[in-house]
């Protein structure tokens, strides 16, 4: 084929032009655009898809009750790649292209973050979940909400758990990635606080190795009671297996998503005796249920979607924000969302309910499928539950759910 | 839209400066350079260093990443140039490997992954916020232009015409008198630093820069876009660093056609369009859509059809 240079030159205005004639077509109808950036390859790939099905289920459902301030809702999707590089040019298309008044769903940090300059430029809302402590610094303009505690409300619990367990002094290790960097801080003041330690210098390891045997080797020479491991699977694993070759034989410490049912299949009785901990939805609560079964899953006791129900309390709160706004300015609706979420007033649990509210000019609070929602001024979570669990004959034993305070 | 094109073409200015650069080091002198990464994110935080933590304005930023960036490939290049192509490669992409691990584990330097936040900004004070997306373009664009003039004029100088000797078979240029090594080095030396001012750019644009902005996806679009665009062709390079952005954007604009399929599934089949697009482009122009010329001699410019180039006949 001979690309001409009349080809060429056509081909590409045509290209350049078809959304311009698309946009054009859809604002008649003036719809209200929201951008759903999840990862959906890449390290969160595994978490990326429940975030935008929560999403999605829940604008269908807005738009079959009659959309938001009566207009359309119009979710467009975008694959952060779990990169920042990737998603700048993603958010780029959603604010200049799309013209979306929120981004929603980014689970990375460092994508969260990345975006956040353009975001705070174009007066463009970002309802994210996240949980390095680094997060509210780049928010100039209040603008931004966080689904998830940050690590400082993670490391109080596990902290707790490991002095009444008789363990005042824990080795700390965690990929060298922001949300571990940030962990190993926190955990240490933590112990601090309780009149405990870190065994020597928190220890960081580059992710994505062939091999973690030297690390392992490193650990157990640190001689620590016990190791709080901040890992994630594909790295806590390979690592726990050169610690119990290794010979170590002391307590171990994990995050709940590092140790789920492959890694407890890859070790098998090795498992046993894990203690591990993380955020956990509120199971059995009719919000959590509801978001579930919305989503097509049935509530069964145990945590499921731990991220759906995050990108469900988001798109929620968006969504409640722009209709008692009445505007879709970011500003405008951040206060909203803040009365909203922090209350006082009614219970809501979904949309239609907090819509019947606004149309009442009876003020609410929003309880959420991943928790009560509050936040503090900085539009960080104010609390979340906080499962501790022990890992006994291969199975998750629950020792305590505490509400964890991330304003302490 | 047109603030999206605008944020769209400063990008791909990004990639094109970086393409001339590779084309440079691999179009022109055939060095495999698989490490761009590494010098682009050399240039993006010495930039944000200087500016950030020593308070200098972008200009000196910049010149100091470009400065950075040459010794650093002076020195990859003392160590591996001796080696021929695939050893170069293989060195190159460990360097860009070892620097996004420095990056990541040098807190006090980088604030490792946390990010690096920039506020300098390529922009006059007093501009509207409206004139000040076209204003970047236009720095950039002008980055761009010039050094696609410096590039290209060395390309098509008595420097290309040895370079070309020495991508075609390093003994003849040898044989002739030239220091092969030095030509290399230099090479090396003025593709780092390019690679190193669309760091420094490109840091200063997005304003926030972590490990993770530079690793091997990106080096890989810019391999795409010289082959794309024509490997040994300056323009070319460019072209094709427009045409991969435009690819790789464009395909964002078919989701709305795509309704019976979820997010997860337009995404991977976005990769596929976008694999099968270049596939299609390399198997019906494998010599890229501007194919390298060389101006013939003087003395048979008369007599024969310009001689063919080892790609223009692959």
Known sequence: MKLSRRLLLSGAAIALSAPAYLRMGLAQSAPIVIGSMT?????????????????????????????????????????????????????????????VSAILGTWASSVTLGIMPLCQEADVLQLYSGSSDYLPDADRKGICFN????????????????????????????????????????????????????????????????????????????????LFIAGYITDFTPMFRELVRGGYTGQIFALSFAVGPEFKTAVGDA???????????????????????????????????????????????????????????????????????????????TFAEGKALISAATPMNYDGASSSVDFQPNGMLQSRDFALYEIEDGTDTILLTTTSSATE | MESYLVAILTTASVYAILAMALNLQYGLTGLMNFGIVGFFGIGAYASGIVTETLGQPMVVGTLAAMVVAGVAGALISLLSLRLSGDFLAIVTLGFAEAMRLAF????????????????????????????????????????????????ARLARGPFGRVLRAIREDDLVPATLGKNVLL???????????????????????????????????VAILVWMSVIVGGAGNMAGAVVGALVITFIYEGTRFL????????????????????????????????EGILPERVAPSRRDADKSPPPQTRRGTT
């Open chain 2, 255 to 286: 989701a709305p056609w795509l309704s019976g399929l979820d997010p997860t599934q337009i995404s991977s089949l976005r990769f596929v369009i976008i694999g099968v697009l270049l596939i299609a482009m390399i198997r019906f122009r494998p």
């Open chain 1, 147 to 226: 689904l998830q505690p940050l690590n400082r409300a993670w490391a109080v619990a596990l902290a707790d758990l490991a002095v009444q367990r008789g363990f005042k002094e824990v080795g700390f290790a965690g990929p060298k990635n922001d949300f571990a960097s940030s962990m190993g801080e926190s955990f240490g003041e933590s112990m601090q606080k309780l009149g405990g330690s870190i065994s020597g210098e928190p220890f960081y390891y580059n992710p994505d190795q062939a091999s973690y045997r030297a690390e392992a080797e490193q650990l157990i020479q640190l001689d620590a009671p016990a």
């Open chain 2, 183 to 217: 030509y290399r080095l230099q090479v090396f030396v003025l593709g780092s630093a390019v690679m190193a001012l669309a760091g420094s750019f490109y840091a200063h644009y997005i304003q926030t820069i972590t490990p993770q902005n530079f690793t091997t996806p």
């Open chain 1, 271 to 349: 498992a046993n005796g894990i203690l591990h901990g993380s955020p956990v939805p509120p199971i059995g609560k009719d919000s959590y249920d509801a978001y579930l079964e919305l989503v097509g899953l049935t509530p069964n006791g145990q945590v499921q979607a731990s991220y759906g129900c995050m990108a469900y309390d988001e798109i929620n709160l968006c969504l409640l924000g722009m209709e008692a706004a009445k505007s879709t300015e970011a500003a405008a609706v951040a206060a909203e969302i803040r009365k909203i979420a922090n209350g006082p007033g009614d219970r809501i649990t």
């Open chain 1, 39 to 99: 990862p959906l390859t890449g390290g969160g790939g595994p978490y990326g898809p429940e975030k935008s099905d929560a999403h999605r289920a829940v604008v269908a459902k807005v738009n079959a009750d009659g959309g938001v301030m009566g207009r359309e809702v119009v979710l467009v999707s975008e694959n952060s790649e779990t990169n920042p590089e990737a998603a700048v040019r993603a958010a780029r298309k959603l604010i200049d292209a799309d013209g």
């Open chain 2, 104 to 151: 990541n584990n040098e807190d006090w330097l980088t604030r490792g992954p946390r990010g690096f936040l920039i506020m300098t900004r390529p922009v006059l004070d007093g501009l509207s916020r409206e004139a000040t997306p076209w204003f970047i373009l236009a720095v950039f664009a002008a980055a761009t232009l010039v050094t696609y003039l410096l590039l």
